[in-house]
């Protein structure tokens, strides 16, 4: 199994363009998400999915969005890129995001975004 | 605002001293989960501990949480330098259904 695979490792973006960070996994996951990490502030939560066709907000997601058509993808869209958005990105999954069966989370190896 | 708050932020130790890190969280939480990460890496699950649990082993590390307290520790019994990383104390809750991450300590091991 690959695990957590995403899409690029690094990336210089200008302000006002729009990309997409690739996220994928072949564990068969149900609980998918996206965390972006800022010096000195931990991991904060962009958005998240429980399933296929299911997505919500996290803690910080204006100037993001997300969509989950398949099990295996969570891409994580910039709409148009701001210099605050300069930060490392990850993607999560895990079995399952209910209370009773919450597991660990499996995170991709980060992608490093600059936005000048 | 950060539900886990770790302390201390960076800890120095020599290989084979024992290094401790606490967690402080602010409201009720259904488990409590430690990671490590490495230098330029991705996070690394290392335990989870229940809120009906007060302490948990898994090798080297040692996880209490106290509840009433509203913290836990991790204790990294007989360092190595491989230990060096920074670690995190992330706190679930059903409502929501979501992961809530503290800041982190580093962890230095000098051989």
């Known amino acids: 199994n690959a695990g957590v695979t995403q899409t690029p490792k690094f990336q210089v973006l200008k302000t006002g363009q729009s990309m997409t960070l690739q996220c994928a996994q072949d564990?068969?996951?149900?609980?998918m998400s996206w965390y972006r990490q800022d010096p000195g502030m931990g991991l904060r939560l962009i958005h998240y999915s429980v399933g296929a066709g299911i997505t919500d907000q996290g803690e910080v997601p204006n100037g993001y969005n997300v969509s989950r058509s398949t099990t295996e993808d969570f891409p994580l869209r910039l709409l148009s890129a701001a210099p605050s958005q300069t930060s490392v990105y990850f993607c999560?999954?895990?079995?399952?995001?209910?209370?009773?069966?919450?597991?660990?989370?499996?995170f991709g190896p980060g992608t490093r975004l600059t936005v000048l | 605002s950060q539900q886990g708050e770790e302390d201390p932020q960076a800890l120095s130790i020599q290989e084979g001293e024992n290094a401790t890190m606490n967690c402080s969280y602010k409201?009720?939480?259904?488990?409590l989960q430690w990671y490590r990460q490495n230098s330029g890496r991705g996070l690394v699950h290392l335990i989870l501990?229940?809120?009906?649990?007060r302490e948990k082993h898994s090798g080297r590390l040692r996880v209490t949480l106290d509840t009433s307290k509203k913290s836990s520790s991790l204790l990294i019994t007989a360092s190595r330098a491989a230990d060096t990383a920074s670690y995190f104390c992330a706190t679930y809750k059903a409502a929501g259904n979501k992961l809530t991450f503290g800041g982190g300590t580093r962890v230095l091991v000098k051989p």
């Open positions: 501990i229940r809120s009906n649990e």
């Open positions: 564990m068969n996951h149900e609980y």
């Open positions: 999560a999954s895990s079995y399952s995001g209910l209370a009773e069966t919450y597991n660990e989370q499996f």
């Open positions: 409201t009720s939480i259904n488990n």
